[in-house]
């Protein structure tokens, strides 16, 4: 995601990463992102991650189901050698041109 400078407006870059990135079982780096509507893990999820959440009481899970994604630093956007990249906003329509550091989950 990045900001409009004109106006203000939050939007998509288009910049994409798998899904599995944001599973794997290494735990060291990790980054927390902000809650979004798209960031919601699934029960599978976090088995994938390994995480035990059959012993988990039912009201934790939902709890740590509904927090902001994690995902390995290796994988932040911002270290990410993504430049002259543009877009059009959702809201102005005013063209976006941004570099990777200007992005942000």
Known sequence: LTNCKTCGQVNPTGINLPKTNFLEKEH????????????RFTDDDLRIKG???EKWDAES?????????????????KEMNIKNSSI??????????????????
């Open 28 to 39: 060291s780096s990790w980054i927390g992102a902000n809650r979004n509507s798209w960031n």
């Open 51 to 53: 995480l035990l959440i």
């Open 61 to 77: 899970l939902e709890l740590y189901k509904d927090q902001g994604i994690t995902y390995p630093q290796k994988y932040d956007v």
């Open 88 to 105: 059009y906003c959702i809201n102005c329509l005013e063209e976006i041109h941004f570099d990777a550091t200007n992005c942000f989950l």
